[in-house]
């Protein structure tokens, strides 16, 4: 099961995605988590990404579809695995794309969560003072000016994958305004229908049977033996063979030397019938 979780800050992609990370076995791939984890790493991409992630910018396309590139290569993905926050532009999207091809993988689908803006301030409120009672940390960006950052990059560069997505018929929508129980629910069917084999073709027509294959001839014939089956398969010498009382199937059930031979009988007949036709001819004349 390979899918795309798509929807705004706060729509509630991390949820669902730990969810059906449990219930299909498959890896959760969030560039979010990764880019965090890199900036606590202090690693180069991590040193690269700190301010603009603080600010609400994308990192560039570049950086994330390394990250994405390397990743999906890892054992845990082998069974699958889910983009939450990837793509998040139109050339990420189309990036992943040739990665998959490249890899002869498919996405069975994307699923969008769609949310009433309104609540997504207060959702991202909920987090924020959650994450207080429970000790953790704050994320750089969880502040009202990071958030309107977040929301207006969102509008602008991530909601046109809806159309990309739209318009290969890959894509889902599902009301993330429901409680979370119906939104997984409703993300299963979705994904149940995507795993389902596809509804079998209306069957075309009975064709007539079709006729045994005419044999093939050896694959290095000599000249002599092409002369002789060109004309063993013209009409005349057909029925020639015929008359003769051995028919022309012989050639058939005969392959390779043993159908040069048949080939050859058959020429020779065929030309035997043929100087007797002629004379037959003459003599009327
Ligand atoms: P959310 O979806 O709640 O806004 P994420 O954890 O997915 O948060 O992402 C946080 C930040 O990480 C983004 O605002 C952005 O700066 C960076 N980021 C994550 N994924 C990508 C991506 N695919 N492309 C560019 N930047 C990304």
Known sequence: MRLILLGPPGAGKGTQAARLVEKYRIAHLSTGDMLRAAIAAETPIGLKAKDIMASGALVPDEVVVGIIADRI???????????????????????????????????????????????????????????????????????????????????????????????????????????IDEVTAEIGRILAAAAAPAPAKPKKPARPKAKPAEPRPAKKASPAAKKAKKTAKRPKSVKSAKKAGKPAPKAAKAGGKGLKKAAKKTAKKAVKTRAKGRKRLTKRR
């Not at 959650?130 to 602008?156: F, H, P, S, T």
């Open 73 to 179: 290569e890892q054992g845990d993905c082998a069974n699958g695995f889910i983009l939450d926050g990837f793509p998040r532009t139109v050339p990420q999207a189309e990036a992943l794309d040739a990665l998959l091809k490249q890899k002869k993988l498919k996405l069975d689908a994307v699923v969008q969560l769609l949310v009433n803006e309104a609540i997504l301030l207060q959702r991202v409120e909920n987090r924020i003072a959650q994450m207080k009672e429970r000790g953790e940390a704050i994320r750089a960006d969880d502040n009202v000016e990071a958030l309107a950052k977040r929301l207006e990059v969102y509008r602008g560069q991530t909601e046109p994958l809806v159309h990309y997505y739209g318009d290969r018929r890959m894509l889902a929508t599902v009301d993330g305004m429901k409680s």
